[in-house]
């Protein structure tokens, strides 16, 4: 039996989409190889210094540690706040967590911009601008839809009868989270923790409004670099950027492969 | 200390092991739905007691309400007299087995058989040890180490009990616990379960729809429809003493035949039917009233030539079917419709066939009065 192949319409504008995808982010790649000292193609030859530059700048590697430690930080607020809200929307199964969860994806619907503005306004009152603990929070619960989405895609799956079977064996409900529910769906909490780590990872547009001086995460880094001099050590950081997000993502992959076994 | 003592516990204390519960006025109400209607019922200590109805008739609702997962509307669960109404499922030390198991796929089948030990925080040595005498209990002592996943569904349902019963539960639910199997594991697994509950002697309360399961397991068995409890009593009284055309229908097979009491006398009661007078030893109502005679099919004989019988009829045989065991005849009578006849193939007198006459016989004792749905309520 031959399966369905593609017309040639359809393979060639399969390929054309590959390409506008990944064009662009092969681009940085030589650049970030260029022998100039400012951004371009390389001319003469390939050369590395501006990955040795970036390792041996303050400023670059500040940015990075900072950006990794606001990722990691905001990933444990999503999460824990995104796997409770999923659980309790889940447990409770009325009409009304139907609103609940669509509240929870605002974040992914309003305009990063939009909600940037109204967060200016809260944390200039709060005197939470320019502060790890603000941009934490904001990642945060922006990315708690990415952790309900993909824990409730998981507790759907989830047989309710085996909680039922917990509680009836004598299990309070915290022992039922953590030895029933917890140990089902931690695929989809890994793929939440994941998708939250990169969405701070590379979060810029908040940052510009609720952070300056104190805070300064890479993709603020990148920015400035773009503005003020054309460093080609923003390529060399890209690259690596997209090396690390394709690891995340790999490993999101492997972990989605295990659940069925 | 004694929970070390008594790595026998399970198979121990016969008589004393089992609890009383009790059932009174339960109701449940889904908004204009009334799922449970004033059910009262007593199951003694050891007891194996079985719920059984159609889908809908709220046999599944009572036992969610024993275990404690839906709070009823109104009454009370007691066991052994006390009010354990309000208690919610984790405090009640019942054991369930759930239908289709629910046996937790990321867990081995020893880590499933000690959970209910390990949310009592027992101690390792004794987790091990009830574990083992559980896992021997149902002959799984081989399979601790393996997945539910990779066991058969008999296995599965036995890891299910073992779970159920490892940690000496006051009484055992079983929600459709052989549902799930094939026929020939059924009956295999049935005999299990009533040895098993013969050796423990504890109160077990099951539910199905499967009325061969209820009678072979039970002590007892409750005969719920549209949330009601239409019949309580041993599954031989409930066969031969329906009291409800529904209970006669439902349990088994039945003939149904309506008749006029001509008259009463010692030796027994004529009931009219059509143009056939029928003889019934018992009485089954005053003079003039209208009556409803259930009759089995097992229990109507085909007649040779010449023989006689208490009650007897002509008819022609409309349909058969030959079932192994037995045919199975539907004889067209002028007087009394097409009755079901269960005949022995092994000596049966005939061999059957469309339109061939045949002369059916029962004696006086063979039909039962039962009562009309809409009055028994």
């Known amino acids: 039996m031959r399966g369905y192949e593609a017309g040639p319409l359809a393979r060639t504008l399969a390929w054309a989409t590959v390409l506008y995808l990944l064009l662009p982010i092969t681009i940085v790649i030589p650049v970030s190889l260029t022998d100039r000292r400012y951004l371009s193609l390389p001319e003469q030859s390939l050369s590395l210094q501006h990955y040795a530059n970036l390792l041996r700048s303050e400023a670059w590697l500040s940015a990075i540690g900072q950006s990794f430690w606001i990722a990691l930080a905001s990933t444990l607020v999503a999460v824990v706040t995104g796997t409770l809200c999923a659980i309790g929307c889940w447990r409770i199964g009325r009409r009304s967590t139907e609103l609940v969860r669509a509240l929870m994806l605002l974040p992914l619907i309003i305009p990063a911009i939009v909600y940037a503005i109204g967060l200016y306004r809260w944390f200039g009152w709060m005197g939470l601008l320019d502060r790890f603990l603000g941009v934490t929070l904001a990642h945060g619960v922006t990315g708690i839809p990415y952790v309900v989405i993909t824990v409730s895609t998981a507790l759907a799956a989830f047989d309710p009868r085996l909680e039922q079977a917990a509680r009836g064996m004598g299990a309070s409900l915290w022992q039922t989270l953590r030895w029933v529910i917890l140990p089902r769906i931690a695929p989809g909490i890994a793929s939440g923790a994941i998708f939250a780590f990169i969405h701070s990872w590379d979060e810029l547009v908040m940052v510009l409004f609720i952070a300056s001086r104190q805070v300064f995460t890479l993709p603020r880094k990148i920015w400035d670099g773009i503005n003020e001099n054309l460093d080609p050590s923003m390529a060399a950081v890209a690259v690596l950027l997209i090396l690390f997000t394709v690891l995340l993502l790999a490993l999101d992959g492997a972990v989605r492969a295990r659940r069925g076994g | ?377």
Not at chain 2, 107 to 126: D, S, Y
């Open chain 2, 1 to 377: 200390m004694t929970a070390v003592a008594r790595p026998g516990a399970l198979v121990a204390g016969a008589e004393s092991a089992g609890h009383a519960l009790e059932l009174r006025g339960l109701s449940k109400r889904y908004g204009g739905f009334t799922a449970v209607d004033a059910v009262s019922l007593r199951v003694e200590r050891g007891q194996f007691l079985t719920l059984l109805g159609p889908s809908g008739s709220g046999k599944t609702t009572i036992l969610m309400m024993i275990a404690g997962f839906v709070a009823p509307g109104e009454g009370a669960v007691l066991l052994d007299g006390r009010d354990i109404t309000a208690l919610p499922p984790e405090r009640r030390d019942f054991g369930m087995v759930f239908q289709g198991y629910a046996l937790f796929p990321h867990m081995t089948v020893a880590e499933n058989v000690a959970f209910p030990l390990r949310v009592r925080r027992l101690g390792r040595a004794a987790r091990e040890e009830k574990v083992r005498a559980a896992l021997d209990l149902v002959q799984l002592s081989g399979f601790a180490d393996r997945r539910p996943s990779q066991l058969s569904g008999g296995q599965q349902q036995r890891v299910a009990l073992a779970r159920a019963l490892v940690f000496d539960p006051d009484l055992l639910l079983l929600d459709e616990p052989l549902s799930a199997l094939d026929r020939k594991l059924r009956a295999e697994l049935q005999e299990e379960l009533k040895a098993l509950h013969r050796r423990i002697g504890r109160t077990f309360v099951s539910v199905t729809h499967d009325q061969e399961e209820a009678l072979s397991l039970s002590d007892q068995v409750a005969i719920l429809n549209h949330g009601r409890l239409v019949q309580l009593g041993p599954p031989e009284a409930l066969y031969e003493r329906p009291r409800t055309r529904f209970v006669a229908g439902f349990l088994g097979h039945s003939n149904f035949l309506r008749g006029t009491v001509r008259e009463v006398a010692a030796a027994g009661s004529v009931v009219q039917a059509g143009g056939t007078r029928l003889l019934q030893r018992d009485e089954p109502g005053p003079p003039g009233a209208t009556v409803l005679l259930s009759l089995r099919p097992e229990k109507i004989a085909l007649l040779a030539e010449g023989e006689g019988a208490e009650n007897a009829v002509a008819g022609s045989i409309a349909a058969w079917a030959y079932l192994g065991a037995g045919y199975s005849l539907s004889v067209a009578t002028c007087d009394l419709g097409v009755l079901h006849v269960a005949l022995p193939a092994w000596r049966a007198p005939i061999a059957p066939r469309e339109g061939l006459p045949v002369r059916l016989g029962w004696s006086a004792e063979a039909a039962v009065p039962v009562l009309e749905d809409a009055d028994a309520a």
